[in-house]
């Protein structure tokens, strides 16, 4: 007889060793994420990541994030939207309502540009945040 726990029967009927690992569903998102996107530069400036979020929930992300980052006093900021290449049709959608936002937040945003390609090119602008005047 053997100790231990007892396994129920499986599919076949049977019980014994399982087959394969088990693996959490962090591990297999950590996985996805290291092979989907390239290591961060070293010199560029603090991120918000945009990718694969509704345009809603992007867009609140970003203006809660860069409130945040501006009343800590950071002049800039990395915010990556991603190329769009998969979005439905082929038509990038983050992207352009990224920039139309940061250019209608005129008491926010002091100037955007594209990202150089380093940081992220296409798929990303840097933010140029007006300071907060009671920033440490």
Do not use: N
């Not at 038509?91 to 945003?109: D, F, K, N």
């Amino acid at each position: 007889m053997v100790r231990g726990k007892s396994r129920r029967p499986g599919p076949g009927g049977q019980g014994g060793k399982r087959r394969g690992k088990r693996r959490s569903i962090r591990y297999d998102a950590e996985q996805e994420w290291a092979e989907d996107r390239p290591a961060r530069a070293p010199d560029a400036p603090p991120e918000i990541l945009l990718r694969k979020l509704t345009l809603d929930e992007a867009l609140r992300r970003l203006e809660q994030q860069l409130r945040g980052y501006a009343s800590r006093g950071v002049r800039e900021v990395l915010v990556v939207h991603g190329k769009g290449t998969r979005s439905v049709g082929g038509i990038p959608v983050l992207g352009p309502e990224v920039r139309s936002w940061c250019g209608s937040h005129q008491g926010l945003v002091a100037s955007w540009r594209e990202a150089p390609g380093r940081w992220g090119g296409a798929g990303a602008i840097v933010v140029t945040l007006k300071i907060a005047k009671d920033a440490p």
